[in-house]
C-alpha cells in the first residue's frame, strides 16, 4: 500500500532539514531502513514498538516494518499557482500525495534569512493556503463549466454536482480549504477526479528552538489557535534537534540525548506516527518463524480486505481468519500458548480488523 506524504513549507522553514532527519531516523531498537526512491522521495519505516515485542517472542529469520512514503516538495513561492518558481511542479508532486505535511518556521535566528524578511508562521500558512486555494479554485471553475452543460440538459446527478461545486467554489473564495467546506457526507465524490490540494488532510508542523520542543512558544500558540477548527494535527519539533539526533550512532547515547531535554521519543518518530494516524491508517501482524511482518491497512477495513493487502487471491478465496489479540499474544507467549488459553478467534468474511490483531487466514482459490 504505497502512501505518501508530502512535506511542504516556504524555503528556510526547516522542511528539508526535517526530511534530511527522517531518512536517518533512527528510531526503534532495530535499526530499519530507509531507501531513497528519486532525489526527493524516500520510504520511512513506522516505528511500532510491537513489532520488537512480538520478534523477542517468536525470534523469527526476519522482522519487515510497515511503511508510508514521504515526499520532500520544492519551496513555494508567492505565484505558484500562476507556475511562479517551481510552482508547476510543486502543485502537482502535491496533488500526488495523499495528506500534506506543513512545516512552519517558528524560531527565530538572525543567520536564517526568512524569503519574507520576518518570522511569521500565520503569514507563511496563508501565503501556502491561496496557492493552493487558487489552483484548486481553477480545478473547480473547470469542472462546473462542464458539469453545468450536462445539468442544463436535466442531468439529475449533474445537477446535485452543480450544487456541491457552487459550494466549494464559494468557499474557496473566502479564502478557506476545501477540507472544511459546508457539504454532505459523501459529496467528497463529485470532486474525488479533481484532486483538490486543500481537501487533502494536514499535519502543522511548527518547527519551534530547542527550549520550545516541550512547551512551544508565542508563534506555535498562534498557529495552534488559527487552526483549531480545522480538524488538524500539531505538532512541535526542533529541526535543529532532530539533526543532533540523527548524528548519534548508539540507543543510549540517543536517550541520554532526550532525556536531557524532557523528551522521551524523537520529534522524526512523533510525525512518522501522526503521518501514519492522518491518513487513517492502522496495522495488523503476521508472525511465525520465517517472519515477524507489519501490514497496512484502512481503519474500518474487513478481514478479506485486510488478506489482499497480502495478495489479492487471499481476498478473492479468504475463507476465514484466525485472530489472537496482540495483548493477549504478550500475555501467553506464543500462537500455541493463546490456542491453549481459547484466546484465538476465528472470524469471517464481515470482522472488522482491530488495530494490533496478529492474523493467520485461511483461503481457496
Request: some cysteine.
Amino acid at each position: 500500500m504505497a502512501l505518501q506524504c508530502g512535506i511542504v513549507g516556504l524555503p528556510n522553514v526547516g522542511k528539508s532539514t526535517l526530511f534530511n532527519c527522517l531518512s536517518n531516523a533512527k528510531a526503534q531498537a532495530a535499526n530499519f531502513p530507509f531507501c531513497t526512491i528519486e532525489p526527493n522521495v524516500g520510504v520511512i519505516t513506522v516505528p511500532d514498538e510491537r513489532l520488537n515485542k512480538l520478534s523477542e517472542l517468536v525470534k523469527p529469520e526476519r522482522i519487515v516494518p510497515t511503511n508510508i512514503e514521504i515526499v520532500d516538495i520544492a519551496g513555494l513561492v508567492k505565484g505558484a499557482s500562476k507556475g511562479e518558481g517551481l510552482g508547476n511542479k510543486f502543485l502537482a508532486n502535491i496533488r500526488e500525495t495523499d495528506a500534506i505535511i506543513h512545516v512552519l518556521r517558528c524560531f527565530e535566528d538572525g543567520n536564517i534569512i526568512h524569503v519574507d524578511g520576518s518570522v511569521n508562521p500565520l503569514r507563511d500558512k496563508e501565503t501556502i493556503d491561496f496557492e493552493l486555494q487558487m489552483k484548486d479554485l481553477e480545478s473547480v471553475e473547470a469542472k462546473l463549466s462542464k458539469t453545468s452543460r450536462a445539468a442544463y440538459i436535466g442531468d439529475k446527478d449533474a445537477k446535485k454536482a452543480l450544487e456541491v461545486l457552487t459550494t466549494y467554489k464559494t468557499h474557496l473564495l473566502k479564502g478557506l480549504n476545501a477540507r472544511s467546506a459546508p457539504i454532505e457526507d459523501g459529496d467528497e465524490k463529485y470532486i474525488a477526479d479533481i484532486y483538490l490540494l486543500t481537501a487533502k488532510p494536514v499535519m502543522y508542523v511548527c518547527n519551534v528552538d530547542e527550549g520550545s520542543v516541550v512547551n512551544g512558544n508565542q508563534f506555535s500558540d498562534a498557529v495552534k489557535d488559527a487552526v483549531k477548527d480545522e480538524n488538524a494535527e500539531v505538532l512541535l519539533i526542533s529541526a535543529a534537534i532532530e539533526s543532533e539526533i540523527a548524528q548519534l550512532d548508539s540507543a543510549e547515547d540517543r536517550e541520554s540525548f532526550l532525556s536531557d531535554l524532557g523528551l522521551n521519543e524523537p520529534g522524526v518518530n512523533k510525525l512518522i506516527k501522526s503521518a501514519y494516524r492522518l491518513l487513517k491508517l492502522q496495522t495488523y501482524f503476521t508472525a511465525g518463524v520465517k517472519e515477524v511482518r507489519a501490514w497496512t491497512i484502512h481503519k474500518g477495513d474487513t478481514a478479506p480486505q485486510a488478506a489482499g493487502v497480502i495478495h489479492t487471491d487471499f481476498e478473492k478465496g479468504f475463507i476465514r481468519a484466525e485472530v489472537i489479540n496482540y495483548a493477549d499474544y504478550l500475555k501467553y507467549g506464543s500462537e500455541s500458548g493463546c490456542k491453549e488459553a481459547g484466546k484465538m478467534a476465528v472470524e469471517g468474511k464481515e470482522y472488522i480488523v482491530k488495530d494490533g490483531d496478529i492474523m493467520h487466514f485461511r483461503f481457496n482459490v
